[in-house]
C-alpha cells in the first residue's frame, strides 16, 4: 500500500495510521493538535461531516463540512475509506488525502469513533495503531464537555448519556490512555507514536541497511 519513507534514522519505512478514540469530551482533538504540533512527518486525516460547524471551526480544517447528499454521493463514489453514523450525524474519512499521504511514507493521524477504526482495521490492520483516550472520571468529562463551551446542554446530556456506550469498545484498541494530566497523556500517546514508528516489520528498509552493515564488517 505504500513506497515507504526515510525514518529520522535514515532507514525507510511504511507510513503507520494511528487512531485516537475516545468518548466525546475526553481530549482527543487537544490530544491531536499536540501531536500534530509536535511530530513532524503526522498528516491529519480531516474527515467529512454532516453536523453543523461548531463556533471556532473551519471548514476543511477541522471537518469538510457537507450536506446529506453530497455525503451520500462521496459513499457512492467509494471516496471514503470508512464511515459511520455518530450522534445522528454522518462522519467518513476521505479516501483520497490518505493514500497519497502513505504513499508518501507520511503517517496519518485520525480522530474516528469506534466503528470507523473496525472498518480501518478491517482493511489495513498491520498498519493500524489504535489508541482509546479514556477521561479520570464522569465528573471530569461532563465538565470538559461544558468547558468547551461549544455545545448546548441538550447535545452534552445526549453525549454524556452515550458515554458509557462508547467506551464499552475499550477492549477493541491497542492502547489505553487515562486524560487526567494532559501533558502526561500527550507524553504517553507520543511515546506509543515513537515506539510503534519503530517496530521491525514496518522498517521496510532494514534488510538493506543490515546487509550494508555486514558488507562493511566483511569489507
Ligand atoms: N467513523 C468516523 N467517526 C468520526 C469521523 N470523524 C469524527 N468521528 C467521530 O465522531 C464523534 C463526534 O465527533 P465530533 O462531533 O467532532 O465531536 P467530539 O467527540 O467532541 O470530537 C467522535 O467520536 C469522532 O471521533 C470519521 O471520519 N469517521
Ligand atoms: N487533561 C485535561 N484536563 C482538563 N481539561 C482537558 C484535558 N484534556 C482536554 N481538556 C479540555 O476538555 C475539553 C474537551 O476536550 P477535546 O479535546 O475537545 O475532547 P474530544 O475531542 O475528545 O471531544 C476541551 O475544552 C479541552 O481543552
Given at each position: ?17 494511528f487512531?485516537l478514540?475516545s468518548?466525546?469530551?475526553?481530549g482527543k482533538?487537544t490530544l491531536s493538535?499536540m501531536l500534530?504540533?509536535r511530530e ?69 493521524l ?19 495503531v489504535?489508541v482509546f483516550i ?41 492502547y489505553i490512555v487515562?486524560n487526567?494530566?494532559v501533558d502526561k497523556a500527550f507524553a504517553e500517546v507520543q511515546s506509543i507514536l515513537k515506539a510503534e ?23
Amino acid at each position: 500500500m505504500t513506497t515507504g519513507d526515510h525514518g529520522t534514522d535514515g532507514v525507510e519505512r511504511r507510513g503507520l495510521m494511528f487512531v485516537l478514540s475516545s468518548p466525546s469530551g475526553a481530549g482527543k482533538t487537544t490530544l491531536s493538535r499536540m501531536l500534530l504540533e509536535r511530530e513532524p512527518g503526522l498528516n491529519m486525516s480531516v474527515s467529512a461531516t454532516t453536523r453543523a460547524k461548531r463556533p471556532g471551526e473551519v471548514d476543511g480544517r477541522d471537518y469538510l463540512f457537507v450536506d446529506k447528499p453530497r455525503f451520500e454521493a462521496m459513499v457512492k463514489g467509494d471516496e471514503l475509506l470508512e464511515w459511520a453514523t455518530v450522534f445522528d450525524n454522518l462522519y467518513g474519512t476521505p479516501r483520497a488525502p490518505v493514500e497519497a499521504a502513505l504513499s508518501a511514507g507520511q503517517d496519518v493521524l485520525f480522530d474516528i469513533d469506534w466503528q470507523g477504526t473496525q472498518q480501518l482495521h478491517q482493511k489495513a490492520s498491520v498498519d493500524v495503531v489504535r489508541v482509546f483516550i479514556l477521561p479520570p472520571s464522569a465528573a471530569d468529562l461532563e465538565k470538559r464537555l461544558h468547558s468547551r463551551a461549544q455545545d448546548s446542554d441538550e447535545v452534552i446530556r445526549n453525549r454524556m448519556s452515550r458515554a458509557s456506550h462508547e467506551m464499552s469498545h475499550w477492549a477493541e484498541y491497542d492502547y489505553i490512555v487515562i486524560n487526567n494530566d494532559v501533558d502526561k497523556a500527550f507524553a504517553e500517546v507520543q511515546s506509543i507514536l515513537k515506539a510503534e514508528r519503530l517496530k521491525r516489520e514496518r522498517r521496510t528498509g532494514l534488510v538493506g541497511f543490515v546487509r550494508g552493515l555486514q558488507g562493511q564488517l566483511q569489507g
